[in-house]
C-alpha cells in the first residue's frame, strides 16, 4: 500500500530536549516536505527537499533542521525544542514528474513540548 | 506572497443542508487549487482538484470549480451526511521554487442529524 508513515504518532517532551521525528514514503517520490498545523493559521511549510541531499526552507524553519541520506526518509529534528513548537505536524511527499502535482500526507505527529 | 483565505468557521448545519466554504487565492502564476478534509483524529485526505481556470473537481458528492476571473474555488455539496464532518482545507499549488501547497486557515464543519 502506497503511503507515507510517521513516528511517533504522539510525543509530549520538555524543553530543551532534543528529539527527532521520523517520515518515510514506500512511493519513490523525490518531492518531501515537512508543514505545522497550528488553529487559525492551517498548514505551513518547514522544510522540504527536492531530492537526496538537496534540502531547503520554508516558510517557517526556525528551530528546525532537517536530513535526506535516502529517497524515502526524511527526518525534521528539533536541536532544543521549545513550547511554541507545539504543534501538529504533517510529512508529505509528491512525484517530482506528476503533473497532478498532488501530495500525499502522513497521519501526523501530535508533539507537545512543555 | 500567494495566500488563500477561507470562509470563517466553525459551520453548523443540519443533515442534507446544502453547503457552500468559500475559498479565494491570491498567487502571482496560475496555481493549481485542492480541497483536502482531515477527519477526527486523521491526517490529510485530497478530496479533489482542479489544474486549470474553469476545470470542475469533484468526489463524494463535492465539487468545486476554478474560476479564475473571480480567483475563487468555492466548495459545494447538494447534501451533506454526518460523516461529512471534518475540517476543510483549501490550498494552492505553484510548480515554481518550493513547490509548495499554500493552505487556508480550514473550516471546521460540523453536520448534526
Known amino acids: 500500500e502506497a503511503q507515507v508513515t510517521q513516528n511517533p504518532r504522539y510525543l509530549i517532551t520538555v524543553t530543551g530536549k532534543k528529539l527527532t521525528v521520523t517520515c518515510s514514503q514506500n512511493?519513490?517520490?523525490?518531492?518531501m516536505s515537512w508543514y505545522r498545523q497550528d488553529p487559525g493559521l492551517g498548514l505551513r511549510q518547514i522544510y522540504y527537499s527536492m531530492n537526496v541531499e538537496v534540502t531547503d526552507k520554508g516558510d517557517v524553519p526556525e528551530g528546525y533542521k532537517v536530513s535526506r541520506k535516502e529517497k524515502r526518509n526524511f527526518p525534521l529534528i528539533l536541536e532544543s525544542p521549545s513550547p511554541n513548537q507545539t504543534s501538529l505536524y504533517f510529512c508529505?511527499?509528491?512525484?517530482?514528474?506528476?503533473?497532478?502535482?498532488?501530495?500525499?500526507f502522513g497521519p501526523g505527529t501530535r508533539l507537545t513540548v512543555t | 506572497g500567494d495566500s488563500v483565505t477561507q470562509m470563517e468557521g466553525p459551520v453548523t448545519l443540519s443533515e442534507e443542508a446544502c453547503l457552500t466554504i468559500n475559498c479565494t487565492y491570491t498567487a502571482t502564476g496560475y496555481p493549481s487549487l485542492f480541497w483536502y478534509v482531515q477527519y477526527p483524529g486523521e491526517g490529510l485526505q485530497l478530496l479533489l482538484k482542479?489544474?486549470?481556470?474553469?476545470d470542475k473537481g469533484s468526489n463524494k458528492g463535492f465539487e468545486a470549480t476554478y474560476r479564475k476571473e473571480t480567483t475563487s474555488f468555492h466548495l459545494e455539496k447538494g447534501s451533506v451526511q454526518v460523516s461529512d464532518s471534518a475540517v476543510y482545507f483549501c490550498a494552492s499549488f505553484i510548480i515554481q521554487g518550493a513547490q509548495k501547497l499554500v493552505f487556508g486557515q480550514g473550516t471546521r464543519l460540523t453536520i448534526n442529524p
Open positions: 508529505a511527499s509528491r512525484d517530482y514528474d506528476s503533473f497532478s502535482y498532488e501530495q500525499y
Open positions: 512511493m519513490n517520490h523525490e518531492y
Open positions: 482542479a489544474t486549470k481556470a474553469d
